[in-house]
Structure formats: C-alpha cells, structure tokens
C-alpha cells in the first residue's frame, strides 16, 4: 500500500509544531512532500532533519543561508519566498495542512484546496476573507474541507452523521482569555505581556493576543458561518473559562451536543489527520472529578467590542477581508506600542466605516485578485487612522 503524501505549511508554529507530535507515531506511513516556515530556520532545519521532506521553503531569502547549509546533504529541495511557496502549494498530495497565521495563509489554502485531497484548514482567514471562494475551489475539485479551530472540529465532529437541516444554531465557546475577569477601567491599561498570559491555551504571540481582545472569537464566528451554512443570530460566544468544552451544536428537538477534551490542539489535527476514524492520540481523557464544575457565562461586549463589530461582517461576508486586515493592522499597531489595547477595536470600526472600501467590496467580484486587492487597499487605509 502506497504512502500518504502530506504537506505542512506553516510547520514551525504551534499548530504545524503539534501536527508533527501527531505524525511522531505514524512516521513511516506517510510520505512528507513540503514544509514550509516563516523566519523560524532553526526550527525548520530541526523538523526536516528529523521528518526528511521532499521539499522546504523559508519566508525570508536571508535565512537561506543557513538552510541551505544546514541541509547541503540531504537531498531535500530547498527554496526561499512567496512565490516559491505557492508553488508548493500546487503539489499533488493526500493531506495538506494550512497552519500559516493571517491572511498570508490565504492564498495557500485556496491552492492546498485545489490540489489536496484534504485540506486539514487551521488558517481560519482562508475563510473570513475568502469563504464563498474556498468553498466553491473544494466542491469543484471534491477536496474534503476538516477544520482544525478546535471550536470548529468540536462542530464538525458532533454533526457527525446528523441531518443538517436538523441544525438549530450552534455554540461557540470561549476561555474569555486573560482579561475575562478585568474590568474595562483596567482594561484601557493592558500590556503586552499581560496580553500574552493566556490562560488555557499555548500559542504564537498574534493568536495569544488575538484571544485576549475576542477578535480571534469574532474571525471564528465568521469562520462556522461559512463552514456550516448559517446565518449571524444562528451562531452564539458564550465564555467557558475551563475550555473543555469546546462547541456545542443545538438541535431543533431541544436537543444539544458537545464535544469535551482537555485543551490540545493534538486532539482535532488528529482527527482531520485520521478522519473518519479516531485512532490512538496521546491525550489523557477529561477527568470530571478532577474539574468539579464547568461554567458559562455570556461575554461582556463593552470589554470585548470585536464581538458587537462582528455584526457588521456577519450581515455581509463580504466585509470579511476588510474585518480582517485592519484586525491584522491593529495588532501590529499595538504590538509595536503605537496604540493601546482597546484601541484595536477602535481601528477596526473606523477602517469599516471607510465608504471607499465599502463601494469597493460592493462592485468588485472575489477573485482570489480582488480579495488580494481589497486587502492592500484596507491596510494602507487602516495604517494612516490616527489616535
């Protein structure tokens, strides 16, 4: 029996970290074609050495050096930059996953959606900015689409075999992050080392502070929208600070199911790894006696604007790309200390009353050019509001 062949983009972040804890035990069934990393080369250098891909790719033409001296010997093919990059996007395979952070994993997974099997998708914006695109590419190519957002795979698993029209709403929960019990006084004061004090979860910087605002929440509401075919007011956040419960769906019997584990995000990689079957993954089982209680309560949408913004893009996806952009143009804004915490969502309600973009979105159609388009004319607009 032939090997599966797979793809990892964005192989040196934590999710593309945790896909590889995943493959450790199932090395020799798998043929590795592409890895692909940012600036992260040592990292890069260690995974190739250890999983011996065909290919690999570094962001940045300045690490390549170093890649290139590091793996003289390997016969691993080596290459530098975005074009290069997309170019492995096209390869043929089995399983690709797309883990690269913000929209520049967009356009590699609409390609990973055209020539992959299964497209293992962890790039939630492929969905924000370009969800009616990437949905059309893998029903056209009959690419299985497995979401990797441990909310969405939670969704995805408990509509295993059940009637979608049978769907009333969902539920999307939320660890509420490290500000879930700050007040909005202290809020207007938040760093950003306490930005990066998540609770739960261990993740890369941007999605860690992406959390600690709800914009991460917001993208993924955007996201299920797309993925499972609803409207805005069929889709709820609701704060679940233990983040063992992952999502719920809600049935029209009264009826709801949610999907339980401990926060790993081997768990759902897993699963769109082995799907349809669940196969050993070395996660220990929720231990209810250990926990106590599970708690939920509503979010507070004057802490955490980015859930009432939303609204906006919900009404009409199409916003989605700018939602997006000036998210990405707020964070870098406050992670550089040009602007305060609360000031992103500020931002991003500014860049969303922009007419031009709107009239722009409105006469343009989502080629994978307009959405590249509309996204450089949102940041540049998005670079110049003042505060």
Not at 47 to 58: R, S
Not at 82 to 93: E, F, I
Not at 96 to 101: D, H, P, Q, T
Not at 287 to 310: A, H, N
């Amino acid at each position: 029996m032939s090997k599966k062949k797979v793809n990892i983009f964005g192989t040196t972040g934590s999710i593309g970290q945790s896909t590889l804890q995943v493959f450790r035990g199932y090395k020799d069934e798998y043929d590795f074609i592409a890895f692909s990393a940012h600036d992260n080369v040592d990292q890069l250098i260690k995974d190739c050495l250890e999983f011996k891909p065909q290919y690999a790719n570094i962001g940045h033409e300045k690490h390549f050096s170093t890649l290139k001296n590091a793996l003289y010997d390997t016969g691993i093919i080596l290459s530098y930059g975005r074009d290069a990059l997309l170019d492995l996007a096209c390869t043929k395979v089995d399983w690709s996953m797309s883990a690269i952070v913000g929209f520049s994993g967009v356009e590699v997974s609409l390609l990973c959606a055209e020539h992959s099997k299964i497209l293992a998708l962890a790039n939630k914006e492929a969905l924000v900015c370009a969800g009616k695109l990437l949905l059309s590419i893998c029903k056209t190519y009959n690419t299985k689409l497995i979401p990797v957002d441990s909310e969405h795979s939670a969704i995805f698993q408990c509509l295993a075999g059940e009637r979608r029209k049978d769907l009333k709403s969902i539920t999307l929960t939320a660890s509420g992050g490290p500000f879930r019990n700050w007040s909005l006084k202290r809020m207007h004061s938040a760093t950003l080392e306490e930005a990066l004090k998540h609770p739960n979860w261990s993740m890369g910087t941007r999605i860690t502070i992406d959390s600690a605002s709800m914009f991460n929440k917001s993208l993924e509401l955007i996201e299920a929208m797309h993925l499972f075919e609803l409207e805005f007011s069929d889709v709820e956040v609701i704060i679940h600070p233990q983040s063992i419960v992952h999502s719920m769906v809600n049935f029209k019997d009264g009826s709801t199911m949610a999907q339980l584990s401990l926060p790993d995000m081997k768990g759902p990689i897993g699963y769109a790894l082995n799907y349809p079957k669940r196969l050993n993954i070395d996660i220990e089982n929720v231990d209810f006696t250990k926990i106590g209680s599970l708690e939920f309560y509503m979010p507070d949408k004057e802490k955490f604007r980015s859930l009432e913004i939303v609204e906006q893009v919900g009404r009409n996806l199409d916003l989605g790309v700018i939602f997006n952009a000036a998210k990405e143009i707020a964070l870098d804004r406050f992670i550089s200390g040009e602007i305060a915490f609360l000031d992103m969502a500020d931002l991003v309600e500014k860049t969303l009353a922009e007419s031009s973009l709107i009239n722009k979105i409105a006469k343009t159609p989502q080629k994978i050019s307009d959405i590249l388009e509309i996204n450089e004319l949102t940041r540049v607009i998005a670079e110049k509001i003042k505060f």
